[in-house]
């Protein structure tokens, strides 16, 4: 059983040479909410990600069955000296492939905890891996170490994966984790619900909502929002409601990037 630390502040801050988790479509996308700002944070761990979901091992492979072979890995990105958009720092990244689409294409939630499961697993074997060639190899070791000279992630922090856009409720992925392995310490933004993800707020409101286009990474939830009959039998998502809406633009950068 894997040691799960919840917490409130920022998991940008963690110290250096941690491994910061995140879960992530395999289409090569951070396109909104936390995963953007990964993007902001880590332009150069973005490019890695993103060639590694879009360029195929052969020109025999196609890309969709390149990508679906991604889902239930993890790619672990070494530190690398870049400046973003909110300073150098350096960590590992762990991009958790936990659903191959985004947007409307987006896994089902038993899918996606699958995924989750086989993902943590690799995460962990990969770290194992790197502990062990660590010692006594001196070659093995500048190997691994990456440009800031990281030999293998000192822990592992997260972002409550899998809970916002991918919609999964946070306890199942919890418990998933319990079991991964990984020692994880999952930090969650100021302002953020201790015991509430966005779906519990919905359930308990009723409120239903649509996302914005190109979602990054996650879900829109279109097979849970209200839809309309017009003529000719075609459906169209409801009006998002306001205050959704609203929350969901909270969700996006506000509670993650630091002023």
């Known amino acids: ?64 069955k390149h990508q679906a072979s991604l889902v239930g890995t993890t790619l672990l990105i070494p530190p690398v000296e870049s400046k973003g958009e909110l300073g150098t720092e350096r960590h590992w990244i762990a991009c958790l492939f936990t659903s191959v689409g985004h947007g409307r294409s987006v896994s089902k939630p038993e899918v996606i905890l699958e995924n989750t499961r086989r993902a943590v697993k690799d995460l962990g074997t990969q770290i194992e891996t790197l502990r062990e060639r660590r010692p006594g190899n001196k070659k093995n070791d500048e190997d691994h170490r990456g440009e800031t000279g990281a030999e293998t992630p000192r822990n592992c922090w997260a972002v409550r994966m899998n809970s916002g856009l991918f919609s999964v409720p946070w306890a199942q992925t919890k418990k998933v984790l319990e079991e991964g392995g990984v020692d994880i310490v999952v930090v969650r933004p100021e302002g953020e619900d201790d015991d509430e993800n966005e779906n519990d707020m919905e359930a308990k409101t009723g409120e239903k909502g649509a996302a914005a286009d190109d979602i990054g990474v996650g879900e829109n939830m279109a097979d849970k929002r209200k839809t309309t009959t017009e003529k000719g039998g075609t459906k169209r998502p409801a009006p998002v409601h306001a205050g959704l809406e609203k929350r969901r633009k909270k969700r996006g950068l506000e509670g993650w990037l630091k002023p």
Request: aromatic letters at 10%; a positive charge.
């Open 1 to 64: 059983m894997a040691i799960i630390t919840e917490r409130v502040g920022d998991v940008f801050s963690a110290p250096p040479n941690s491994a910061i988790i995140h879960a992530c479509n395999a289409r090569g996308s951070w396109g909104a909410g936390v995963a953007l700002a990964f993007k902001k944070k880590y332009p150069a761990a973005y490019r890695i990600y993103h060639s590694h979901c879009t360029t195929t091992p052969s020109k025999d492979t196609k890309l969709a």
